[in-house]
T-cell receptor
Framework: KAGVTQTPRYLIKTRGQQVTLSCSPI?????VSWYQQTPGQGLQFLFE???????NKGNFPGRFSGRQFSNSRSEMNVSTLELGDSALYLC????????????FGSGTRLTVV | GQQVMQIPQYQHVQEGEDFTTYCNSS?????IQWYKQRPGGHPVFLIQ?????EVKKQKRLTFQFGEAKKNSSLHITATQTTDVGTYFC?????????????FGTGTLLAVQP
C-alpha cells in the first residue's frame, strides 16, 4: 500500500512569490491535514479536509489556503511568500480524521529567500 | 483552547538508561496518540490510547493514559541509539468533532552510545 506522497520535496522561492504544494493520501483515506513545522514553533495545524470540504482551520493568515479534489488529493497554496514561511510542510492522511492515527508524508521543505 | 505541554523538552541519556516523557493537557481528552519523528524525518504514528488508565506496551515502549484522561506518558526501557528522535503526543479535542489534531511541544531524545 503506497504511503502519503508529497511533491515537491524541496522548493526555493523568493519573497512575494506564491507556491503550491501537493499531497496524495493513502488510497481510501478521505481526510487530509496539513501542518507547518519549524524549529521554533513545532508542528502547527494549518487545515483539514474531508471529502473536498475544509472541516477545520488553524490560526494562519489568509495567505495560506488549500483544497481537496474528488480523488482526495490535496493542495495547499501560500501566496505573497514571506521569509517566515520557510518551513517543512507536512501532509497527513487518515481514514476518518483526528480520532484515527495519521500517516504523514515526507514533507516539502520550503525555503523563502 | 486546548493546550498540551510535554516535559522534558530535551533529554540526553546513555544507551541502556530508561527514558520517560510526559504529556499534560488542560482539558479532558477523548484519546491520545503518540508519534515519533527521527531527525530529518517525518512523524510516524506509534499508538493510540483511549481508555482511562490504559497501559499499552510495544517491546521496550510503555504508554500510559491517566485516570482522569488529562495526561499521558511514554516510557522507554533500556534505550538504544535507534530510539533517537522527537516524541510527540497528539490528543484530538474532546469529542473529536473538530478534527484538529494538536501536537504537543515534543521531547527530543538523544542517546549516547
Amino acid at each position: 500500500k503506497a504511503g502519503v506522497t508529497q511533491t515537491p520535496r524541496y522548493l526555493i522561492k523568493t519573497r512575494g512569490q506564491q507556491v503550491t504544494l501537493s499531497c496524495s493520501p493513502i488510497s481510501g483515506h478521505r481526510s487530509v491535514s496539513w501542518y507547518q513545522q519549524t524549529p521554533g514553533q513545532g508542528l502547527q495545524f494549518l487545515f483539514e479536509y474531508f471529502s473536498e470540504t475544509q472541516r477545520n482551520k488553524g490560526n494562519f493568515p489568509g495567505r495560506f489556503s488549500g483544497r481537496q479534489f474528488s480523488n482526495s488529493r490535496s493542495e495547499m497554496n501560500v501566496s505573497t511568500l514571506e521569509l517566515g514561511d520557510s518551513a517543512l510542510y507536512l501532509c497527513a492522511s487518515s481514514s476518518g480524521g483526528a480520532n484515527y492515527g495519521y500517516t504523514f508524508g515526507s514533507g516539502t521543505r520550503l525555503t523563502v529567500v | 483552547g486546548q493546550q498540551v505541554m510535554q516535559i522534558p523538552q530535551y533529554q540526553h541519556v546513555q544507551e541502556g538508561e530508561d527514558f520517560t516523557t510526559y504529556c499534560n493537557s488542560s482539558t479532558t481528552l477523548s484519546n491520545i496518540q503518540w508519534y515519533k519523528q527521527r531527525p530529518g524525518g517525518h512523524p510516524v504514528f506509534l499508538i493510540q490510547l483511549v481508555k482511562s488508565g490504559e497501559v499499552k506496551k510495544q517491546k521496550r515502549l510503555t504508554f500510559q493514559f491517566g485516570e482522569a484522561k488529562k495526561n499521558s506518558s511514554l516510557h522507554i526501557t533500556a534505550t538504544q541509539t535507534t530510539d533517537v528522535g522527537t516524541y510527540f503526543c497528539a490528543p484530538p479535542p474532546y469529542g473529536g468533532t473538530t478534527n484538529k489534531l494538536i501536537f504537543g511541544t515534543g521531547t527530543l531524545l538523544a542517546v549516547q552510545p
